[in-house]
T-cell receptor
Framework: EAGVVQSPRYKIIEKKQPVAFWCNPI?????LYWYRQNLGQGPELLIRYENEEAVDDSQLPKDRFSAERLKGVDSTLKIQPAELGDSAVYLCASQGLAGDSPLHFGNGTRLTVT | EDQVTQSPEALRLQEGESSSLNCSYT??????LFWYRQDPGKGPEFLFT???AGEEKEKERLKATLTKKESFLHITAPKPEDSATYLC?????????FGKGTTLSVSS
């Protein structure tokens, strides 16, 4: 089966500019996650979707970050405006129906804010 | 507060030199403990899930074990291709909490 697909792989922007990341999960996976991974750290959850509904967005900085998952499949994560501290790798993951089944990750988008 | 701590942060081994990575955790209501491998520039790749104390899982040169407070990832006779960062994560409720990882380097 095809894995989780993310684009773009790399993005360099100037601070205060907007940026968007796209994720296509594994077919049939209803649960989708966005994580942020800083250098030398483990991934940290930003938001979790069950189908179209954001069921956990408590760690999402809502003043500048937004996300959507139209039709319960693809998802986009947006930052506007970007700040220097937003430089990180943004990972998307999807999960099958069992709540404790493993997450499958994409290769991420490496964002550099200058 | 739920917490995951991995040690050591970095580990250098010679090819064939067996060792263990540690993941200690404090979490209320553990639903599962996961081990992932992450190569540079890639997303984490799933290795194992452990659900209860005493459980063990094996895959090639890797063996994961679980107690009530920690998990170990044992690497037997490692090869250079085992070089990667190994991440431990615990699931408490619906959240998956990751440690910072152990970066393993195996030289020939």
């Amino acid at each position: 089966e095809a894995g989780v697909v993310q684009s773009p792989r790399y993005k360099i922007i100037e601070k205060k500019q907007p940026v968007a990341f796209w994720c296509n999960p594994i077919s049939g996976h209803n649960t989708l996650y966005w994580y942020r991974q800083n250098l030398g750290q483990g991934p940290e959850l930003l938001i979790r979707y069950e189908n179209e509904e954001a069921v956990d967005d408590s760690q999402l900085p809502k003043d500048r970050f937004s996300a959507e998952r139209l039709k319960g499949v693809d998802s986009t994560l947006k930052i506007q405006p970007a700040e220097l501290g937003d430089s990180a790798v943004y990972l998307c993951a999807s999960q099958g129906l069992a709540g404790d089944s493993p997450l499958h990750f994409g290769n991420g988008t490496r964002l550099t804010v200058t | 507060e739920d917490q995951v701590t991995q040690s050591p942060e970095a580990l250098r081994l010679q090819e064939g030199e067996s060792s263990s990575l540690n993941c200690s955790y404090t979490v209320s209501g553990l639903r599962g403990l996961f081990w992932y491998r992450q190569d540079p520039g890639k997303g984490p790749e799933f290795l194992f899930t452990l659900y209860s104390a005493g459980e063990e899982k094996e895959k090639e040169r890797l063996k994961a074990t679980l107690t009530k407070k920690e998990s170990f990832l044992h690497i037997t006779a490692p090869k250079p291709e085992d070089s990667a960062t190994y991440l431990c994560a615990v699931q408490a409720g619906t959240a998956l909490i990751f440690g910072k990882g152990t970066t393993l380097s195996v030289s020939s």
